[in-house]
């Protein structure tokens, strides 16, 4: 039913070569459709503005015991061994509970998306990104997402 020449004329594009451009079209349509939490924006600008002033993360902090725990509750990897995909889901799961009437689930919502800022801060603090690799890539999903909500 939907062919290669199919995708090709319904996006305009090639996806062929890499799926690259399948992925963002994912991408785009998560960030046009969330609710943003107003927590989670707060992070992510607190983020940006040590960013743009010191050009990288100024925190040299590790995820604690209990943070990790709270991941491995949902069955989340460590950023470091997040794929591109899972991160995009990550993502939706966390925009989907920042709407629901759940109290818990917004505030595990906004933790879990402050332990993977944690995470990326981390990561780059020690030039771990360098060494992840393009298997691993959740890291550019997750800095695409924070870019997104600080704008």
């Known amino acids: 039913m939907y062919s290669l020449g199919n995708r090709q004329q319904l ?12 992925e963002n079209i994912s991408l785009q349509s ?15 600008n607190n983020y940006m503005v040590i960013k743009k002033i010191f050009g ?7 995820v604690s015991n209990s943070e990790a725990g709270l991941l491995k509750q949902y069955n ?25 009437g759940d109290a818990l689930k917004k505030m595990h919502s906004d933790n879990i998306f402050e332990i993977r800022v944690k995470e990326l ?15 691993y890539d959740g890291y550019s999903v997750l800095e695409k997402y924070i870019e997104y909500l600080a704008g």
């Open 121 to 135: 801060k981390f990561l780059q603090a020690n030039n771990s990104l360098l060494k992840l690799g393009e298997l």
């Open 30 to 44: 998560l960030f046009k459709k969330s609710r943003i939490s107003p927590r989670q924006k707060e992070i992510a």
């Open 11 to 22: 996006y305009g594009k090639n996806f062929s070569n890499t799926s690259a451009e399948f």
């Open 76 to 100: 989340l990897k460590p950023l470091e061994e997040t794929t591109y995909r899972s991160m995009v889901n990550e993502l939706e799961t966390l925009i989907e509970w920042s709407k629901t």
């Open 56 to 62: 990288f993360s100024a925190v040299n902090s590790r």
